[in-house]
Protein backbone atom coordinates (compact mmCIF):
# COMPACT_ATOMS: atom_id res chain seq x y z
CA UNK A 1 0.00 0.00 0.00
CA UNK A 2 1.70 3.46 -1.06
CA UNK A 3 1.77 6.35 1.69
CA UNK A 4 0.58 9.00 -0.48
CA UNK A 5 0.99 12.38 1.25
CA UNK A 6 -1.45 14.87 1.93
CA UNK A 7 -1.52 16.82 -1.33
CA UNK A 8 -1.71 13.79 -2.88
CA UNK A 9 -4.63 12.82 -1.56
CA UNK A 10 -6.11 16.23 -1.88
CA UNK A 11 -5.60 16.04 -5.65
CA UNK A 12 -7.43 13.10 -6.49
CA UNK A 13 -10.35 13.99 -4.40
CA UNK A 14 -10.81 16.48 -7.57
CA UNK A 15 -14.06 18.39 -5.49
CA UNK A 16 -15.97 20.67 -7.13
CA UNK A 17 -16.26 22.72 -4.03
CA UNK A 18 -12.87 22.06 -2.72
CA UNK A 19 -14.10 24.36 0.09
CA UNK A 20 -16.29 21.11 0.99
CA UNK A 21 -12.90 19.74 2.55
CA UNK A 22 -13.16 21.36 6.32
CA UNK A 23 -10.58 20.80 8.80
CA UNK A 24 -12.00 22.88 11.46
CA UNK A 25 -15.02 21.77 14.06
CA UNK A 26 -18.35 23.56 13.77
CA UNK A 27 -19.99 25.35 16.66
CA UNK A 28 -22.35 27.92 17.37
CA UNK A 29 -21.87 28.68 13.99
CA UNK A 30 -18.48 29.70 14.32
CA UNK A 31 -15.85 27.26 12.31
CA UNK A 32 -13.55 26.27 15.52
CA UNK A 33 -9.56 24.96 15.39
CA UNK A 34 -7.75 23.53 18.32
CA UNK A 35 -4.51 23.24 19.32
CA UNK A 36 -3.55 19.27 19.06
CA UNK A 37 -5.50 17.86 16.04
CA UNK A 38 -5.82 14.23 14.43
CA UNK A 39 -5.00 13.20 11.09
CA UNK A 40 -7.00 11.03 8.91
CA UNK A 41 -6.51 8.70 6.42
CA UNK A 42 -7.34 6.82 2.97
CA UNK A 43 -7.47 3.75 4.35
CA UNK A 44 -6.98 2.69 1.16
CA UNK A 45 -3.78 4.34 0.14
CA UNK A 46 -2.53 4.87 4.10
CA UNK A 47 -1.95 8.59 3.16
CA UNK A 48 -2.58 11.67 5.42
CA UNK A 49 -5.90 13.84 3.49
CA UNK A 50 -5.80 16.22 6.06
CA UNK A 51 -6.62 16.87 10.13
CA UNK A 52 -9.34 17.83 12.15
CA UNK A 53 -9.25 19.19 15.65
CA UNK A 54 -8.87 16.93 18.47
CA UNK A 55 -11.69 18.57 20.74
CA UNK A 56 -12.62 17.81 24.59
CA UNK A 57 -14.58 18.57 27.55
CA UNK A 58 -14.28 21.97 27.49
CA UNK A 59 -15.07 22.63 24.02
CA UNK A 60 -18.03 19.62 24.06
CA UNK A 61 -19.56 21.99 26.83
CA UNK A 62 -18.93 24.75 24.89
CA UNK A 63 -21.64 23.27 22.11
CA UNK A 64 -23.72 22.10 24.60
CA UNK A 65 -24.62 25.57 25.73
CA UNK A 66 -24.56 26.97 22.08
CA UNK A 67 -27.43 24.29 21.65
CA UNK A 68 -29.27 25.22 25.02
CA UNK A 69 -29.16 28.02 23.96
CA UNK A 70 -30.45 27.71 20.47
CA UNK A 71 -33.31 25.92 21.71
CA UNK A 72 -36.13 28.35 22.36
CA UNK A 73 -35.51 29.72 19.04
CA UNK A 74 -35.72 26.41 17.08
CA UNK A 75 -38.18 25.32 18.86
CA UNK A 76 -40.08 28.11 18.58
CA UNK A 77 -39.83 27.88 14.71
CA UNK A 78 -43.11 26.53 13.22
CA UNK A 79 -43.18 22.75 11.82
CA UNK A 80 -43.61 23.69 8.33
CA UNK A 81 -40.81 26.60 8.82
CA UNK A 82 -38.33 23.68 10.01
CA UNK A 83 -39.62 21.26 7.66
CA UNK A 84 -38.76 24.47 4.71
CA UNK A 85 -35.00 24.79 5.79
CA UNK A 86 -34.53 20.88 6.17
CA UNK A 87 -35.64 20.45 2.98
CA UNK A 88 -33.10 23.01 1.20
CA UNK A 89 -30.62 20.64 3.16
CA UNK A 90 -31.48 17.67 1.07
CA UNK A 91 -31.37 19.88 -2.08
CA UNK A 92 -28.10 20.76 -1.50
CA UNK A 93 -26.77 17.19 -0.44
CA UNK A 94 -28.06 16.37 -3.91
CA UNK A 95 -26.11 19.27 -5.37
CA UNK A 96 -23.41 18.16 -4.15
CA UNK A 97 -24.08 14.57 -3.99
CA UNK A 98 -20.55 13.72 -6.29
CA UNK A 99 -18.12 15.57 -3.63
CA UNK A 100 -20.04 14.18 -0.78
CA UNK A 101 -19.39 10.85 -2.11
CA UNK A 102 -15.53 11.18 -3.42
CA UNK A 103 -15.08 13.01 0.29
CA UNK A 104 -16.81 9.54 1.78
CA UNK A 105 -14.67 6.96 -0.20
CA UNK A 106 -11.40 8.74 0.84
CA UNK A 107 -11.98 8.56 4.29
CA UNK A 108 -13.78 5.45 4.67
CA UNK A 109 -13.04 3.59 1.63
CA UNK A 110 -16.11 2.17 0.22
CA UNK A 111 -16.54 2.53 -3.50
CA UNK A 112 -17.73 5.17 -5.17
CA UNK A 113 -20.73 3.66 -6.37
CA UNK A 114 -21.08 2.77 -2.81
CA UNK A 115 -20.79 6.14 -1.46
CA UNK A 116 -23.06 7.89 -3.91
CA UNK A 117 -25.96 5.49 -2.98
CA UNK A 118 -25.66 6.17 0.85
CA UNK A 119 -25.63 10.29 0.14
CA UNK A 120 -28.94 9.27 -1.58
CA UNK A 121 -29.76 6.97 1.41
CA UNK A 122 -28.31 10.33 4.25
CA UNK A 123 -30.22 12.74 2.45
CA UNK A 124 -33.28 10.93 2.28
CA UNK A 125 -33.77 11.00 5.89
CA UNK A 126 -33.52 14.75 5.89
CA UNK A 127 -36.51 15.02 2.81
CA UNK A 128 -38.59 12.18 4.78
CA UNK A 129 -38.20 14.43 7.99
CA UNK A 130 -38.46 17.52 6.18
CA UNK A 131 -42.03 15.88 5.41
CA UNK A 132 -42.68 14.04 9.03
CA UNK A 133 -41.46 17.46 10.63
CA UNK A 134 -45.38 18.39 10.00
CA UNK A 135 -46.79 15.44 11.21
CA UNK A 136 -46.50 15.65 15.31
CA UNK A 137 -49.86 15.35 15.65
CA UNK A 138 -50.88 14.90 19.84
CA UNK A 139 -54.33 13.43 20.92
CA UNK A 140 -57.77 14.24 22.66
CA UNK A 141 -58.30 12.47 25.26
CA UNK A 142 -61.89 12.38 26.59
CA UNK A 143 -61.55 13.33 30.56
CA UNK A 144 -61.97 11.19 33.55
CA UNK A 145 -64.74 13.90 34.77
CA UNK A 146 -67.71 16.10 33.41
CA UNK A 147 -65.56 19.16 33.84
CA UNK A 148 -61.81 17.58 32.85
CA UNK A 149 -60.56 17.95 29.17
CA UNK A 150 -56.85 16.50 28.33
CA UNK A 151 -55.02 16.98 25.61
CA UNK A 152 -51.70 15.45 24.46
CA UNK A 153 -49.00 17.16 22.61
CA UNK A 154 -45.34 16.33 21.37
CA UNK A 155 -42.46 18.61 22.96
CA UNK A 156 -38.99 18.50 21.52
CA UNK A 157 -36.67 16.91 24.39
CA UNK A 158 -34.62 19.47 23.80
CA UNK A 159 -30.65 19.38 23.54
CA UNK A 160 -29.11 16.15 21.65
CA UNK A 161 -25.94 14.96 21.63
CA UNK A 162 -24.88 12.29 19.16
CA UNK A 163 -22.01 9.58 18.43
CA UNK A 164 -22.07 8.28 15.47
CA UNK A 165 -19.31 5.45 13.70
CA UNK A 166 -17.28 5.57 10.71
CA UNK A 167 -18.71 2.55 8.77
CA UNK A 168 -21.60 5.04 7.41
CA UNK A 169 -20.04 8.57 7.77
CA UNK A 170 -23.59 10.69 6.62
CA UNK A 171 -26.32 8.19 6.83
CA UNK A 172 -25.55 7.33 10.33
CA UNK A 173 -25.79 11.36 11.19
CA UNK A 174 -28.45 12.39 8.98
CA UNK A 175 -30.65 9.57 10.45
CA UNK A 176 -30.52 11.03 13.69
CA UNK A 177 -29.98 14.53 13.24
CA UNK A 178 -32.83 15.22 10.85
CA UNK A 179 -35.48 13.67 13.19
CA UNK A 180 -33.99 15.76 16.00
CA UNK A 181 -34.39 18.89 14.36
CA UNK A 182 -37.83 18.37 12.89
CA UNK A 183 -38.25 17.58 16.22
CA UNK A 184 -37.65 21.13 17.23
CA UNK A 185 -34.35 19.57 19.08
CA UNK A 186 -31.00 21.13 18.55
CA UNK A 187 -27.67 18.77 18.34
CA UNK A 188 -24.51 18.23 19.15
CA UNK A 189 -22.70 15.56 17.34
CA UNK A 190 -19.58 13.84 17.45
CA UNK A 191 -18.79 11.77 14.34
CA UNK A 192 -15.68 9.29 14.40
CA UNK A 193 -12.27 10.71 14.45
CA UNK A 194 -11.97 8.58 11.43
CA UNK A 195 -14.50 9.94 9.47
CA UNK A 196 -15.08 13.67 10.21
CA UNK A 197 -15.08 15.41 6.77
CA UNK A 198 -18.36 13.73 5.63
CA UNK A 199 -20.12 15.68 8.98
CA UNK A 200 -18.01 18.89 8.21
CA UNK A 201 -19.31 19.35 4.65
CA UNK A 202 -23.26 17.95 6.23
CA UNK A 203 -22.71 20.90 8.75
CA UNK A 204 -21.30 23.36 6.21
CA UNK A 205 -24.69 22.33 3.79
CA UNK A 206 -27.21 23.03 6.82
CA UNK A 207 -26.05 26.19 7.62
CA UNK A 208 -26.00 26.80 3.49
CA UNK A 209 -29.83 25.94 4.20
CA UNK A 210 -30.43 28.30 6.88
CA UNK A 211 -30.05 26.05 9.96
CA UNK A 212 -28.88 28.62 12.50
CA UNK A 213 -26.07 28.88 14.60
CA UNK A 214 -26.06 26.57 17.61
CA UNK A 215 -29.01 24.40 16.20
CA UNK A 216 -26.32 21.70 15.17
CA UNK A 217 -22.57 21.55 15.81
CA UNK A 218 -20.28 19.17 15.46
CA UNK A 219 -17.59 18.56 17.59
CA UNK A 220 -13.62 16.73 16.61
CA UNK A 221 -11.91 14.91 18.59
CA UNK A 222 -11.16 11.69 20.67
CA UNK A 223 -14.38 9.93 21.83
CA UNK A 224 -13.63 10.00 26.04
CA UNK A 225 -13.67 13.32 26.67
CA UNK A 226 -16.45 14.22 24.86
CA UNK A 227 -18.32 11.79 25.66
CA UNK A 228 -18.04 11.78 29.10
CA UNK A 229 -19.72 15.24 28.76
CA UNK A 230 -22.28 13.81 26.23
CA UNK A 231 -23.25 11.18 28.65
CA UNK A 232 -22.90 13.49 32.27
CA UNK A 233 -23.92 17.01 30.94
CA UNK A 234 -27.50 17.62 32.83
CA UNK A 235 -28.15 20.46 30.15
CA UNK A 236 -28.25 16.90 27.49
CA UNK A 237 -31.83 15.14 27.35
CA UNK A 238 -31.44 12.92 24.69
CA UNK A 239 -28.02 10.87 24.13
CA UNK A 240 -28.08 8.65 20.89
CA UNK A 241 -25.27 6.61 19.98
CA UNK A 242 -24.34 4.18 16.87
CA UNK A 243 -22.01 1.81 17.33
CA UNK A 244 -20.28 -1.15 19.29
CA UNK A 245 -22.55 -2.78 21.83
CA UNK A 246 -19.80 -2.76 24.45
CA UNK A 247 -19.37 0.97 24.09
CA UNK A 248 -23.40 1.92 23.47
CA UNK A 249 -23.94 -0.25 27.51
CA UNK A 250 -21.43 1.71 29.02
CA UNK A 251 -22.44 4.86 27.64
CA UNK A 252 -26.04 4.58 28.01
CA UNK A 253 -24.99 2.92 32.11
CA UNK A 254 -24.01 6.61 33.05
CA UNK A 255 -26.57 8.48 31.31
CA UNK A 256 -29.09 7.81 33.99
CA UNK A 257 -27.25 9.38 36.73
CA UNK A 258 -29.31 12.55 34.94
CA UNK A 259 -31.97 10.43 33.26
CA UNK A 260 -31.44 11.29 29.93
CA UNK A 261 -33.21 9.62 27.32
CA UNK A 262 -30.94 7.09 25.21
CA UNK A 263 -30.93 5.26 21.83
CA UNK A 264 -29.11 2.87 20.92
CA UNK A 265 -28.04 1.15 18.14
CA UNK A 266 -25.79 -1.64 18.40
CA UNK A 267 -24.00 -4.77 16.72
CA UNK A 268 -25.56 -7.33 15.60
CA UNK A 269 -24.98 -11.39 14.55
CA UNK A 270 -27.56 -11.10 11.31
CA UNK A 271 -28.15 -15.06 10.79
CA UNK A 272 -28.72 -15.77 6.86
CA UNK A 273 -31.33 -18.47 6.87
CA UNK A 274 -31.49 -20.58 3.57
CA UNK A 275 -34.16 -23.07 3.32
CA UNK A 276 -34.54 -26.08 1.69
CA UNK A 277 -36.86 -24.80 -1.07
CA UNK A 278 -35.06 -21.19 -1.42
CA UNK A 279 -34.39 -19.35 -4.90
CA UNK A 280 -30.55 -20.28 -5.02
CA UNK A 281 -29.88 -17.20 -7.39
CA UNK A 282 -31.79 -15.08 -5.63
CA UNK A 283 -30.53 -16.23 -1.95
CA UNK A 284 -27.08 -15.41 -3.80
CA UNK A 285 -27.34 -12.65 -5.47
CA UNK A 286 -29.00 -11.02 -1.39
CA UNK A 287 -26.05 -12.75 0.38
CA UNK A 288 -24.02 -10.61 -1.68
CA UNK A 289 -25.77 -7.58 -1.18
CA UNK A 290 -25.59 -8.15 2.79
CA UNK A 291 -22.80 -10.02 3.33
CA UNK A 292 -20.10 -8.02 1.09
CA UNK A 293 -21.54 -4.12 0.78
CA UNK A 294 -19.25 -1.78 2.56
CA UNK A 295 -16.61 -4.58 2.79
CA UNK A 296 -18.73 -6.13 5.33
CA UNK A 297 -18.42 -3.42 7.37
CA UNK A 298 -22.14 -2.65 8.57
CA UNK A 299 -24.46 -3.65 11.36
CA UNK A 300 -27.01 -5.32 9.62
CA UNK A 301 -24.26 -7.61 7.17
CA UNK A 302 -25.57 -11.52 7.24
CA UNK A 303 -23.06 -12.68 9.79
CA UNK A 304 -23.85 -16.68 9.90
CA UNK A 305 -25.53 -18.53 6.61
CA UNK A 306 -27.56 -21.23 8.29
CA UNK A 307 -28.17 -23.42 4.98
CA UNK A 308 -30.17 -26.36 4.81
CA UNK A 309 -28.39 -29.37 3.47
CA UNK A 310 -30.74 -29.39 0.55
CA UNK A 311 -29.39 -26.39 -0.90
CA UNK A 312 -25.96 -26.46 0.67
CA UNK A 313 -23.91 -26.94 -2.05
CA UNK A 314 -25.44 -25.02 -4.72
CA UNK A 315 -25.18 -21.92 -2.62
CA UNK A 316 -21.68 -22.23 -1.51
CA UNK A 317 -20.60 -22.74 -5.02
CA UNK A 318 -22.98 -19.74 -6.67
CA UNK A 319 -21.73 -17.51 -3.64
CA UNK A 320 -18.27 -18.30 -3.71
CA UNK A 321 -18.44 -17.66 -8.13
CA UNK A 322 -20.00 -14.44 -7.13
CA UNK A 323 -17.70 -13.56 -4.24
CA UNK A 324 -14.41 -14.32 -6.21
CA UNK A 325 -15.96 -12.05 -9.08
CA UNK A 326 -15.37 -9.12 -7.03
CA UNK A 327 -13.08 -7.16 -8.02
CA UNK A 328 -10.77 -5.66 -5.04
CA UNK A 329 -9.29 -2.16 -4.74
CA UNK A 330 -9.14 1.98 -4.47
CA UNK A 331 -12.60 2.89 -4.02
CA UNK A 332 -12.05 5.91 -6.11
CA UNK A 333 -11.33 3.16 -8.94
CA UNK A 334 -14.41 2.87 -11.10
CA UNK A 335 -14.29 -1.10 -11.71
CA UNK A 336 -13.68 -1.63 -7.58
CA UNK A 337 -16.76 -3.74 -5.87
CA UNK A 338 -15.16 -4.06 -2.47
CA UNK A 339 -12.75 -1.32 -0.71
CA UNK A 340 -10.89 -1.96 2.05
CA UNK A 341 -11.14 -2.66 5.94
CA UNK A 342 -11.10 0.55 7.62
CA UNK A 343 -7.96 -0.22 9.59
CA UNK A 344 -5.60 -2.73 10.45
CA UNK A 345 -7.47 -3.04 13.83
CA UNK A 346 -10.41 -4.29 11.40
CA UNK A 347 -8.05 -6.62 9.15
CA UNK A 348 -6.73 -8.42 12.52
CA UNK A 349 -10.11 -9.22 13.54
CA UNK A 350 -11.19 -10.74 10.56
CA UNK A 351 -7.87 -12.78 10.36
CA UNK A 352 -8.36 -14.07 13.80
CA UNK A 353 -12.35 -15.29 12.51
CA UNK A 354 -10.88 -16.91 9.53
CA UNK A 355 -7.87 -18.51 11.66
CA UNK A 356 -10.22 -19.69 14.23
CA UNK A 357 -12.99 -21.22 11.84
CA UNK A 358 -10.73 -23.11 9.64
CA UNK A 359 -9.39 -24.45 13.04
CA UNK A 360 -12.25 -25.78 13.64
CA UNK A 361 -12.37 -27.79 10.41
CA UNK A 362 -14.02 -24.97 8.15
CA UNK A 363 -12.45 -24.72 4.41
CA UNK A 364 -12.57 -22.14 2.19
CA UNK A 365 -13.99 -21.90 -1.10
CA UNK A 366 -12.34 -18.54 -1.89
CA UNK A 367 -10.47 -15.74 -0.49
CA UNK A 368 -9.56 -16.31 3.37
CA UNK A 369 -5.97 -14.39 3.18
CA UNK A 370 -5.41 -11.36 2.84
CA UNK A 371 -4.96 -9.55 -0.69
CA UNK A 372 -2.33 -8.77 -3.13
CA UNK A 373 -3.26 -4.88 -1.94
CA UNK A 374 -2.06 -5.06 0.88
CA UNK A 375 -3.42 -4.41 4.23
CA UNK A 376 -6.15 -3.46 5.32
CA UNK A 377 -7.52 -5.26 2.25
CA UNK A 378 -8.70 -8.37 2.30
CA UNK A 379 -10.08 -11.08 -0.08
CA UNK A 380 -13.84 -11.52 -0.50
CA UNK A 381 -14.28 -15.07 1.42
CA UNK A 382 -16.35 -17.94 1.34
CA UNK A 383 -15.96 -20.49 4.02
CA UNK A 384 -18.51 -24.39 4.49
CA UNK A 385 -18.40 -26.57 7.14
CA UNK A 386 -18.32 -23.69 9.80
CA UNK A 387 -18.77 -24.85 12.80
CA UNK A 388 -21.63 -23.02 15.00
CA UNK A 389 -19.62 -22.17 17.88
CA UNK A 390 -16.84 -20.38 15.75
CA UNK A 391 -16.05 -16.88 16.01
CA UNK A 392 -17.19 -16.29 12.78
CA UNK A 393 -21.15 -17.10 14.38
CA UNK A 394 -20.39 -16.18 17.81
CA UNK A 395 -18.94 -12.47 17.47
CA UNK A 396 -19.64 -9.49 14.84
CA UNK A 397 -17.04 -10.21 11.65
CA UNK A 398 -17.41 -7.03 10.47
CA UNK A 399 -15.10 -8.00 7.07
CA UNK A 400 -16.21 -9.70 3.88
CA UNK A 401 -16.38 -13.04 5.21
CA UNK A 402 -19.02 -15.37 4.48
CA UNK A 403 -19.21 -18.64 7.34
CA UNK A 404 -21.90 -21.02 6.35
CA UNK A 405 -23.07 -24.01 8.83
CA UNK A 406 -25.13 -26.63 7.60
CA UNK A 407 -28.95 -27.31 9.09
CA UNK A 408 -31.03 -30.40 8.78
CA UNK A 409 -34.45 -27.84 9.48
CA UNK A 410 -36.06 -24.73 9.60
CA UNK A 411 -36.23 -25.72 13.84
CA UNK A 412 -32.59 -26.10 13.99
CA UNK A 413 -31.91 -22.84 11.65
CA UNK A 414 -34.65 -20.73 13.96
CA UNK A 415 -32.92 -22.14 16.56
CA UNK A 416 -29.85 -21.59 16.05
CA UNK A 417 -30.55 -18.18 14.83
CA UNK A 418 -32.08 -17.01 18.20
CA UNK A 419 -29.01 -18.53 20.24
CA UNK A 420 -27.11 -15.01 19.95
CA UNK A 421 -27.52 -11.63 22.49
CA UNK A 422 -28.14 -9.42 19.47
CA UNK A 423 -31.39 -8.73 17.59
CA UNK A 424 -30.73 -6.50 15.05
CA UNK A 425 -31.23 -8.01 11.62
CA UNK A 426 -32.41 -11.40 10.23
CA UNK A 427 -32.68 -12.76 7.01
CA UNK A 428 -34.85 -15.85 5.49
CA UNK A 429 -34.87 -17.09 1.90
CA UNK A 430 -37.47 -19.19 0.88
CA UNK A 431 -39.98 -19.88 -2.01
CA UNK A 432 -42.86 -20.49 0.36
CA UNK A 433 -44.14 -17.49 1.65
CA UNK A 434 -45.77 -19.06 4.29
CA UNK A 435 -42.79 -21.09 5.92
CA UNK A 436 -40.99 -17.78 5.23
CA UNK A 437 -43.92 -15.83 6.95
CA UNK A 438 -43.79 -18.33 10.21
CA UNK A 439 -39.76 -18.55 9.75
CA UNK A 440 -39.99 -14.47 10.75
CA UNK A 441 -42.18 -14.72 13.36
CA UNK A 442 -40.10 -16.86 15.20
CA UNK A 443 -36.77 -15.04 15.02
CA UNK A 444 -36.41 -12.41 17.70
CA UNK A 445 -34.66 -9.65 15.33
CA UNK A 446 -36.09 -6.34 14.99
CA UNK A 447 -35.76 -6.69 11.41
CA UNK A 448 -35.97 -9.41 8.89
CA UNK A 449 -36.07 -9.52 5.07
CA UNK A 450 -37.37 -12.17 3.35
CA UNK A 451 -35.88 -12.83 0.20
CA UNK A 452 -34.31 -9.98 0.07
CA UNK A 453 -30.41 -8.94 1.52
CA UNK A 454 -31.06 -4.74 1.64
CA UNK A 455 -33.97 -3.68 4.06
CA UNK A 456 -32.67 0.09 4.80
CA UNK A 457 -34.81 2.58 4.07
CA UNK A 458 -35.84 5.85 5.34
CA UNK A 459 -39.60 4.96 5.01
CA UNK A 460 -38.94 1.57 7.49
CA UNK A 461 -38.17 1.66 11.22
CA UNK A 462 -34.33 0.68 11.78
CA UNK A 463 -33.09 -0.82 15.00
CA UNK A 464 -32.57 -4.19 17.05
CA UNK A 465 -34.09 -5.70 20.44
CA UNK A 466 -32.09 -7.81 23.07
CA UNK A 467 -28.96 -5.99 23.23
CA UNK A 468 -28.70 -4.67 19.66
CA UNK A 469 -30.03 -1.79 20.79
CA UNK A 470 -33.08 0.53 22.05
CA UNK A 471 -35.17 2.69 20.19
CA UNK A 472 -36.08 3.14 16.35
CA UNK A 473 -34.46 4.92 13.83
CA UNK A 474 -36.08 6.45 10.36
CA UNK A 475 -39.74 5.95 9.45
CA UNK A 476 -42.54 7.92 10.99
CA UNK A 477 -41.39 6.39 14.28
CA UNK A 478 -38.05 7.88 14.32
CA UNK A 479 -39.84 11.55 14.74
CA UNK A 480 -41.08 10.62 18.44
CA UNK A 481 -37.29 9.33 19.90
CA UNK A 482 -37.32 13.11 19.91
CA UNK A 483 -40.45 14.32 21.41
CA UNK A 484 -41.58 13.96 25.07
CA UNK A 485 -45.31 13.75 25.45
CA UNK A 486 -46.94 16.51 27.43
CA UNK A 487 -50.28 15.99 29.37
CA UNK A 488 -52.61 18.71 29.32
CA UNK A 489 -55.43 17.81 32.41
CA UNK A 490 -57.52 21.08 32.13
CA UNK A 491 -60.71 21.63 34.50
CA UNK A 492 -63.61 23.83 33.20
CA UNK A 493 -65.82 26.20 35.35
CA UNK A 494 -69.10 24.60 36.22
CA UNK A 495 -71.98 26.10 33.38
CA UNK A 496 -75.37 25.68 33.62
CA UNK A 497 -76.46 23.14 31.08
CA UNK A 498 -79.58 25.72 30.01
CA UNK A 499 -77.09 28.14 29.33
CA UNK A 500 -75.61 26.40 25.72
CA UNK A 501 -79.37 25.04 25.32
CA UNK A 502 -80.52 28.82 25.05
CA UNK A 503 -77.64 29.51 22.68
CA UNK A 504 -79.04 26.80 20.53
CA UNK A 505 -82.38 27.93 20.53
CA UNK A 506 -81.26 30.92 19.27
CA UNK A 507 -78.40 29.81 16.64
CA UNK A 508 -81.77 27.97 15.77
CA UNK A 509 -83.97 30.60 15.34
CA UNK A 510 -81.30 33.01 13.67
C1 LIG B 1 -25.27 0.26 10.34
O1 LIG B 1 -24.42 -0.50 9.96
O2 LIG B 1 -25.29 0.67 11.51
C2 LIG B 1 -26.33 0.83 9.43
C3 LIG B 1 -26.59 0.00 8.26
C4 LIG B 1 -27.73 0.53 7.41
O3 LIG B 1 -28.33 1.58 7.68
O4 LIG B 1 -28.05 -0.15 6.45
Redesign the pocket.
Known amino acids: MANAGASHERARLALSRPDLLITRAYIDGAWIDGERRIGVRNPATGGEIASTPDLGGAEAAHAVAAAEAALPGWRAHSAKERAAILRRWFELMLAHKEDLARLMTTEQGKPLAEARAEIA?AGAFIEWFAEEAKRGYGDIIPGHARDARIWVDRRPVGVVAAIT?W??PA??IT?KVAPALAAGCTVVLKPSELTPFSALALAALSAEAGVPAGVFNVVTGAPQAIGEVFVSDPRIAKFTF?GSTAVGKMLAARCMDTVKRVSL?LGGNAPFIVCADADIEAAVAGAIASKFR?TG?????ANRFLVHEAAYDAFAEGLAERAHALRVGDGLAAETDQGPLIDRRALAKVEAHVADALQRGARALTGAAAHAAGAPFYQPSVLVDVDANALLCREETFGPVAGLVRVSDDAEAVALANASRAGLASYVFSRDFSRAHRISEALEYGMVGLNTGL??TEVAP?GGCKESGIGREGSRYGLAEFQELRTVCAALDEVPLRAYSALNAIGTVT
Do not use: D, H, K, L
Open positions: YPNFAMRTENQTCVCISF
